[in-house]
């Protein structure tokens, strides 16, 4: 059993340091993430039992052979609603690979950045099939040729189900709302106030909050979570020690990340650390 999971629970995760794209194999009853978002574009496959999730304000509900797409970003929780649970494969593909990967092949700017996928869940056997290869590829490291080749199919077929994203429109406060979001980014080490959030956004911190939650979908310092879970993941990723770690991205110390990280990615830092960088044992 790996640290921070359950015993019935299982998650292994491997790392192609090349590409930066990591792929994850899990499987979980009951609980399985708390609400948490990625910088990267995620594409998986349900590979067994019902897996549901909450996303764009909406549950979903995966069954085998289903596919999940999820933009970077968009907040998404999950648990299995059925006794024996849910297993599936998942690829963590980096903003800028997908970007110079679909401007290589021909295929103009379609990044999660400038698009966004037109349904959460898709019923395309195809695009299974290319996920599944691409995910063997790499989880099992058979090395960069048949890595390369399923990537590009993978992306080629991806592409198929990415739309432009319809502009925002000039909803009532959204200038304000952005301006707590950027300040949020440029110090989500620092320990801010809501007084202090409120006073550079230009808007009371009472409507604040409840604007906020709006046009993002949690409130400011769920938000703020989250966002220095990604900043501590990356930096796990690339060898820095939890408690550097912490220290560097806001949390008061080593638990209080472990914590958080637990809730959101079901693994201790250390234990994710150790995985991502292909240290671990087992299948």
Known sequence: MTAGLDKTD????????????????????????????????????????????????????STPGRSILIEPGAVHDGHAPEPQGFTYA???????WVSGMTRRLGLGEVSAIEAAFRSTLADDVALRDAIQQAFLAIHQQEGRLARDQSLDHLIRLLSRHLC??????????????????????????????????ATHAGIDRFRLTRQFKRAFGQSPHAYLVRLRLKVARALLARGKTPVDVAAETGFADQSHLGLWFRRAYRLTPAAYQRQCTNLTDGP
């Open 90 to 96: 998942m690829l963590y593909l980096p903003q800028a």
């Open 10 to 61: 299982w998650i292994n995760i491997r790392r192609d340091h090349e590409t930066g794209i990591e792929s994850v194999h899990a499987h979980f009853q009951g609980h399985a993430y708390d609400p948490h978002d990625h910088d990267e574009v995620l594409v998986g496959v349900t590979l067994q039992g019902v897996q549901q999730f909450s996303c764009h304000r909406a549950l979903h509900t």
């Open 164 to 197: 432009a994203r319809r502009p925002s429109g000039a909803a009532e406060g959204m200038g304000a709302m952005l301006r707590a979001r950027d300040y949020l980014h440029a110090h989500a080490g620092s320990d801010v106030g809501l007084d202090e959030l």
